[in-house]
């Protein structure tokens, strides 16, 4: 019921943005407190509270956030649940714990310091270096880091272990090697013949990898294919926890130089993200400059004070400011 009731509520959204610029002109404006967006079980979202979704975020990223009909439904779906919620948790007098104000206002502040983030990252993007001639000169000072790695296309055979053992499995994978070095046959009559693959509807590629680059395979496996130089070439068997494997070159390209154009994109990409947490860093940074001054009374009875907490009781409160009030001594009675 929940997943038919999303599903109509996107379909919904979706035609609505087809048709929503031409209903943007002839409506009479209202103010977007009272346009309801969305209701359910007694509560509803004003276009007003989407909009302060929207208008909290960063500035740059205000205009795409809402682009496609799966994230407004989920922003609209998110306010009302949350507001479905919210009047359970009133329903059941939440409003009359002691704590409800001073909890509120937690939560007011972490809203508030994730709008400060928010209004720093503004700040920071209006006056941005110039990352691209930044990434230019890390382009022409460090050439050996904007190289295109060695690209493997290979023949690959794959034998399980299942059903067979390892002896058995081994034994197969050699039979396939032989077949390879032979020379004599096609590699996909070998490939259908024997590797596991050639049967399995989940495999991709019909027994041919293609663009393998260092570091994507098990060890034993990027080893042994990467010391093949020559086209037609075969691997020995090689063991990872797929199986045994059997690997011939079909094409293998060296490492050739990147131009500025094909890596000007991410390059400065990189750096302005680079500038971005390091100046985030730095707010943080002056934030926790002073060092703040704690209470060791108070915190020192932090571990024992909630040890009732589960029973709605907690242990008296001590700051150290308390005097102590010691009664005199007292004669006793004498009978």
Known sequence: MLMFQTSRLLVLIAAFCFVGLSLAQPLASKESRDIVVVSRGGVSVSLHEVDAQVMALPKALRAGYLDSPERLEQVIYGLLINKQLAKQAIDAGVRSDPFFETQLAAAEEEWLARRARNLHQDELLKDLPDFEALAEEIYLSHPHRFRRPVTLKLGHILVRLGGRGEEAARGRAEAARAAMLARDREFMDIYFEFSDEANDSRALGGGILTDVVPGVTEKPFEEAAFELKEVGQVSGVIRTDFGFHVVSLIERDEPTPQTWDEVKGTLAAEQQQRYMSEQKGRQLAELQSEEPVANPIVVAQLRSRYS?????????????????????????DRL
């Open 308 to 332: 009732r907490a589960a029973e709605g009781l907690l242990a008296p409160a001590i700051d150290g400011s308390e005097e102590t009030h010691e009664e005199p001594n007292k004669t006793p």
